[in-house]
């Protein structure tokens, strides 16, 4: 009976390590290109000028960077498919952990629906008269399939997603580039000149660059993913620091170069860039900038570009929020239930409960629940804001415990750099944004008080879960010289 039970232990499935270099790489890239880039960068360069534009986006980029290499830190460490959620437990609080956990699967649960309905948006490009919710469902279904197959599955579908975006950010830069040196048309009224158009470089003041920092930070939103991949990376002791450090050149290279392109070529006065609407691919400004460079044919491109941008969101959020909530019911913070794995390593029931989230929600907004939508929506934006300050909280916590308790530095597969100012000044920045996040409506005769609480409600509903776990079951928290570290190296 004892041999028996020892064979069943030894088959027993677990989470493969499938994750190769190169995905783990688009899976970073990809988290951060999206609509974000392709749609809403011609609002920024509109609402705060050029240089507040770039400002802004080069602040929030640093930010990111030092939030990447915390994250880089602890996952080559610890490469386990809860992630911060594991993270925070172990090194701050059981129940932060647990909250943040449980945040981050409802992030991007709703994040699925979300995009499935950026995606009918998009296909009424070519279908107008084809029913929105079947292109929802059928994309749905296609996520569904990648992420039940195997890893390797969401690995491969990401890899190419995030190559045709990163193709098209290069060649749109190269183009960009062409027009402004007049190797190109349609840069005749391109150049430095547009920067002192105006209030050029910088417009609108303080409280627009407020505004540009917090839709810099949704675009950026995702990069955390490849903390969630190191569960299932092939070699994460190697694979996770070789991503992490090319994180700072690709946000450097794929939006501050971007943003640079769009801000000589088209002036912030220019009404095409106030709208920021995926509905109509027209106004995006790469289709602007393509357009003026004679490809008649850039609207259908970009639009073609964007869907699969709205794809690589969806097929990602499906990967992250299954792998965070079968993490949490290993640690016995979910229904046992959802830690069954396939005979290929997939977390299947975590994943129907995930699809089922994803599909009442895109539900409610299509039969007209807009506000419940719209609640939904920023409940979900403001918990990456806080999945990103837990990060940077984690990771203080650990180093300080990591040294209180005398050990080596350099036996950390990867060391992040600029300790402490790069945790500090990530956390700092990521609560300014967090908090400032409607401060407008604070500033009215009469305070909006609905828009403050469709606003924030993410902050009171994390509080609440990580407080009420707390009391109930009296965790404390961690001190440094309790902390417990894995004795074994990652190989």
Known sequence: MAQQHTKNQQVAPTLRRELKARHLTMIAIGGSIGTGLFVASGATVSQAGPGGALLSYMLI??????????????????????????????????????????????????????????????????????????????????????????VRGFGEAEYWFSLIKVLTVIVFIAVGVMMIFGIMKGGEHAGWHNWTIGDAPFAGGFASMIGVAMIAGFSFQGTELIGVAAGESEDPGKNIPRAVRQVFWRILLFYVLAILVISLIIPYTDPSLLRNDVKDIGVSPFTLVFRNAGLLSAAAVMNAVILTAVLSAGNSGMYASTRMLYNLAT???????????SKGGVPRNALYATTVVAALCFLSSMYGNQSVYMWLLNTSGMTGFIAWLGIAISHYRFRRGYVAQGRDLNALPYRSGLFPLGPIFAFVLCLIITLGQNYQAFLQAKIDWYGVAATYIGIPLFLVIWFGYKLTRGTKFIKYQDMEFPETEIK
Request: aromatic content about 22%; cysteine-free; overall charge neutral.
């Open 61 to 150: 980029g640093l930010m990111v960077y030092f939030i990447m290499t915390s994250l880089g830190e602890l996952a080559a460490f610890m490469p386990v498919a809860g992630s911060f959620s594991t993270y925070g437990a172990k090194y701050v609080e059981e129940g932060f952990g647990f909250a943040l956990g449980w945040n981050y699967w409802y992030n991007w649960a709703v994040t699925i629906a979300v995009e499935l309905v950026a995606s009918q948006l998009v296909m009424n490009y070519w279908f107008p008269h084809t029913p929105g919710w079947i292109w929802s469902a059928l994309f749905l279904g296609v996520i569904f399939l990648l992420n039940y197959i195997s």
């Open 331 to 341: 640690e016995g913070k979910a229904p046992r239930m959802f830690a069954k794995l």
